[in-house]
């Protein structure tokens, strides 16, 4: 299994980003997928979920602005990031139960 992040950068408040998950080892359609964030000092967190079956759910810090997706003949998960704000500031991973991470993309929101 293999998760590998892009997308990552440093941005203005009130920018966007796109992150991705390029996802290989494993047949993709068949898993839930996630991402979490860690900001620094902080525990790691669940942004965002997408089921299987398309259905999807967000922390309520990220509500409204954020928005997973896949695409299962890619082998990608995505994550569409609007609206940032600097405590968006983390460090991004890709994850896959059980227990498989990605390697992480960082994520800086400031002027």
């Known amino acids: 299994v293999q998760l590998v992040e892009f997308g990552g950068d440093l941005v203005q408040p009130g920018g966007s980003l796109r992150l991705s998950c390029v996802a290989s080892?494993?047949?993709?359609?068949?898993?839930?997928m996630s991402w979490y964030r860690q900001a620094p000092g902080k525990e790691r967190e669940l942004v965002a979920i997408?089921?299987?079956?398309?259905?999807?759910n967000y922390a309520d810090s990220v509500k409204g602005r954020f928005t997973i997706s896949r695409d299962n003949a890619k082998n990608t998960l995505y994550l569409q990031m609007n609206s940032l704000k600097p405590e968006d500031t983390a460090v991004y991973y890709c994850?896959?139960?059980?227990?498989?991470w990605g390697q992480g993309t960082q994520v800086t929101v400031s002027s």
């Open positions: 994850y896959r139960p059980i227990d498989y």
């Open positions: 080892g494993f047949t993709f359609r068949n898993y839930d």
């Open positions: 997408i089921r299987l079956n398309g259905a999807t």
